[in-house]
């Protein structure tokens, strides 16, 4: 059974590591930038001085949803529907961009809050009932893992529409960074699984 192809293996190994790389190096090029108290948004806002640094690794992460959603079989074709929407989804955000530091503007905060549901809610709609599925794509897994992505995004969301709240960029980067670990946790899985699978060559059978 195919369950990972080699683009979506890649994808899963570039995507966490990317994102986190994308905010520590334009924060690293602004002065000043707090990464506690300010959103990954503030970096790629129109009068950031690193708008497109961060920008760049917006669309590397959209696109690389988009791999994994055309070649992630394992899932079902709901969830990849619903990742291929989340890449979408960033690359409208990163389009959208917040005017100033202090403002935001209607279509940013749509295209943000759907990426965060959409990432919060693929594991849910990629479920496999099928025992010959990894146990990670399996219900109890994808209901968990759903449930607490659900729990974080609102408490996130609730945070970022405060104002007064000091931690929005830590609560931010703990969720975004948990959802794309853990889809790149779940394709890793399903490539163990497929490549334990793959038969042994009669050379390899010999030894």
């Known amino acids: 059974m195919n369950l990972v192809a080699r683009p979506a293996f890649f994808a899963a190994i570039i995507g966490p590591i990317q994102a986190v790389m994308g905010w520590i190096v334009a924060g690293s090029l602004w002065p000043g930038y707090d990464h506690i108290t300010q959103t990954i948004s503030d970096l790629a806002a129109d009068d950031s001085p690193v708008k497109w640094v961060q920008s760049s690794f917006f669309f590397v992460g959209g696109t690389l949803s988009l791999i994994v959603a055309f070649s992630a079989p394992?899932?079902?074709?709901?969830?990849?529907?619903?990742?291929?929407l989340s890449g979408i989804t960033t690359y409208g955000l990163t389009f959208f961009a917040t005017p100033t530091q202090a403002t935001s503007s209607f279509w940013h905060r749509v295209f943000a809050m759907s990426t965060f549901v959409l990432m919060s809610a693929w594991p849910l709609f990629s479920m496999r009932f099928d025992r010959r599925y990894p146990w990670i794509v399996r219900p109890v897994a994808s209901i968990v893992s759903t449930a607490i992505f659900a729990v974080g995004s609102i408490a996130f969301l609730s945070v970022w529409t405060n104002p007064a709240q000091p931690m929005v960029g830590l609560w931010e980067r703990v969720i975004a960074e948990s959802q794309v670990l853990y889809l790149a946790i779940v394709i890793l899985v399903a490539w163990r699984v497929q490549q334990r699978a793959v038969p042994a060559s009669p050379k390899t059978a010999e030894t």
């Open 74 to 84: 394992v899932l079902s074709m709901p969830g990849r529907i619903v990742i291929f």
